[in-house]
């Protein structure tokens, strides 16, 4: 068994990370692409609204060509989960569909981490944040071309895109397809797009008691702290930055070796949290699997009086999610 999504209290924050098959730069950030993340965002966003209340925050993200990171806060593991699904699926097929691919279009289910301490969630903005100057593309993050939390929580600008009804695209073609309507103007995507914007919330619950204006001037010294220590390493590495003019000619599928580093089951600088942590995940995972083999027999016997409880904290099997 896979490692299992796991969330122990209400509203609790995410670090998330997803990264394209095979280290292909399948999210270039040219101004289409750009447009069809932030749409499938916006999407995904109204889409758990919509469905359950106010469920999901979005407090920052960061896509660079072949991978992403956000910070999200989720009322339960169910609705990240159901959240990330929908994300995922709506960018993969846009991403397909834009490369002409078929088949995978992500390395794995994304990945998912809780923060459990203001300290840990520090590292994570700064990690986050320091993205397209650490990788030594730009010298700024307000010169990254791609989609960058920082030009939305410290330069104020919006973000839009554009998000494509496939499902009513496809059967108005097929619509076009029958006799009466035959010499009628074939519809088109641009029939099906609308315009979506992306909203992002304010401080995460662990930092409820700052300002609006004391996160962004954290955000900024964040990253003016990133900027300075990066300025210093190249200089002594004697490196310059890609460029954004580099960036935009790199080929898509080349094959590249992308360093990756072990998921963590939690972030935190504090001991205890972490021990208290793993205990009440290794005893979430003992019920979990006690619950699956339970519904398994009684798949096997096609019971239909048989009663399964999932422990609280998860997702349980059959409800939905990634």
Request: hydrophobic share 35%.
């Amino acid at each position: 068994m896979s490692r299992l999504r796991f969330q122990p209290v209400e509203w609790t924050t995410h670090f998330v990370t997803n990264r394209n098959l095979m280290g292909y730069l399948l999210m270039k950030p040219t101004k289409r692409i750009n447009a069809l993340i932030a749409g499938c965002l916006a999407r995904a966003l109204t889409h758990a609204k919509t469905r359950r209340g106010e469920v999901i925050k979005l407090h920052a993200y960061a896509f660079v060509s072949n991978h992403y990171h956000m910070i999200i806060s989720s009322k339960t593991q169910r609705d990240l989960s159901e959240f990330m699904s929908h994300f995922n699926g709506c960018l993969g097929k846009e991403l397909a569909i834009e490369h002409d691919l078929h088949g995978k279009i992500w390395h794995s289910r994304y990945k998912s981490s809780p923060i459990l301490d203001p300290e840990a969630l520090k590292d994570r903005y700064q990690y986050l944040l320091a993205h397209s100057v650490k990788e030594d593309l730009v010298e700024h993050p307000k010169q990254w071309p791609g989609l960058h939390a920082y030009k939305q929580l410290c330069l104020k600008q919006t973000l839009k895109g554009i998000w494509v009804d496939r499902t009513g695209l496809y059967h108005a073609k097929q619509q076009a397809k029958l006799k009466k309507n035959l010499g009628k103007p074939m519809p088109t995507e641009a029939d099906f797009t609308i315009e979506l914007s992306v909203d992002i919330d304010g401080p995460p619950p662990m930092w409820a008691e700052i300002t609006q204006e004391e996160y962004e001037s954290l955000c900024e010294s964040l990253v003016a702290e990133t900027v300075e220590l990066h300025i210093q390493r190249r200089k002594a590495e004697k490196k310059g930055v890609l460029g954004v003019k580099k960036v935009l000619v790199q080929p898509i599928f080349q094959r590249r070796f992308t360093r990756r580093s072990p998921c963590p089951l939690c972030h935190t600088k504090i001991i205890e949290l972490l021990r208290e942590y793993k205990a009440a995940y290794w005893t979430f995972v003992g019920h979990f699997r006690d619950a699956s083999y339970e519904l398994r027999d009684a798949l096997i016997e096609r019971s239909e009086t048989a009663l399964v409880t999932f422990p609280e904290g998860g997702v349980p099997l059959f409800g939905g999610g990634g």
